[in-house]
């Protein structure tokens, strides 16, 4: 059986608590795997990968399953999935690796698997490698009810634990989890989003009043996928035309680097509320220095546009 160098990591939704109690990537031998790594909290954003562990051969299976239980402080629940992993794709798309942004640079290779967990048991999983990350599986772990003392040894060493509710909540009130615990009280919890955010649209991006950029732009998207588009941006793209929603992008225009980071609320609401089946949407990307007067809208084909309000864009001096 063919080895690969890689390693695990694990990511969860921008300031929704989460946190992995026990993970493993399984070999295909099923009787053995990789764990991910565990008992940290988790907050960090989508896709992003969080811990970095090193550990065993540095060449090993590509993993057939994944084992996973988790908790969702924002809903105070516990879940847990056992998931077939497309595993033949897995070792296609480490074998043929991937083409870096960079003109006549050799062929990349994907180095992390990284597993995702959301509120409402969601879970994702990414190949990543530099540049590059790529979703190759999402499914959903069911509801379960879990020992709270388990939990808590497992996560502190500690046979003595501080009460459920007690903990949960001092950790919702932390001031970068307002948001969730506001959701929380309400029983708004979003758990549909991050499938929502998978969904893909016929988009492309479109530079006005600074030049249009002649080198590969990067993006990050709300499923947690990034990689370079290379101009024009209307005849190269992945999957048919058809792509992800984006969370950042970055260029450089007249020698200006942007890195733009859109609202993921904005963006969902927006690109759902103007998408009609296959006719093209456009982001229109209005550079300029300032940067803090940059405009962006996105426009359907009949030049119905929707101004986007909420996205920041990074100063550099």
Do not use: C
């Not at 590509?62 to 897995?90: K, W």
């Not at 939990?151 to 001031?175: G, I, N, V």
């Not at 649209?201 to 590969?216: A, D, K």
Request: charged fraction near 25%.
């Amino acid at each position: 059986m063919a080895e690969y160098e890689w390693i695990a990591s694990e990511a969860s939704p921008l300031n929704y608590p989460m946190q992995i109690i026990k993970g493993t990537f399984v070999y295909p031998d099923g009787d053995s795997g990789l764990y991910n790594p565990d008992s940290k909290l988790l907050y960090y954003g989508w896709g992003k990968p969080v811990s970095t562990h090193v550990v065993g051969p540095e060449k090993k299976p590509l993993p057939e399953n994944l084992s996973i239980t988790f908790y969702s402080f924002t809903e105070d629940q516990f879940y847990q999935g056992e998931f077939d992993l497309p595993r033949n794709l897995i070792v296609k798309r480490f074998n043929e690796g991937y083409t870096a942004a960079a003109e006549g640079a050799p062929q990349s290779s994907f180095r992390k698997i990284v597993a995702g967990i959301t509120p409402g048991g969601h879970v994702a999983v990414w190949l990543v490698g530099s540049g590059k990350q790529e979703e190759i599986f999402f499914g959903k772990a069911q509801p379960i009810d879990y020992d709270w003392t388990q939990f808590w040894e497992s996560t502190f060493q500690s046979q003595h634990p501080d009460p459920r509710a007690q903990f949960r909540m001092e950790t919702l009130s932390r001031d970068r989890f307002s948001k969730a615990l506001s959701e929380a009280q309400n029983g708004v919890v979003p758990i549909d989003k991050w499938s929502r955010f998978r969904e893909e649209y016929p988009w492309e991006p479109r530079f006005y009043r600074m030049p249009e950029p002649h080198l590969p732009v990067h993006l990050k998207y709300l499923n947690g996928e990034r990689y370079h588009l290379r101009p024009p941006y209307n005849v190269e793209q992945p999957r048919d035309g058809t792509l992800p929603m984006p969370r950042e992008i970055s260029f450089k225009s007249d020698g200006h680097l942007f890195i733009i980071h859109f609202d993921e609320d904005e963006m969902l609401k927006v690109f759902e509320s103007m998408a009609d089946g296959e006719r093209r949407l456009y982001l229109d990307i209005a550079p300029t220095i300032p940067r803090s007067e940059t405009q962006i809208r996105l426009r359907d084909e009949g030049d119905n546009t929707t101004t986007l309000e909420k996205f920041t864009v990074e100063e550099f001096n």
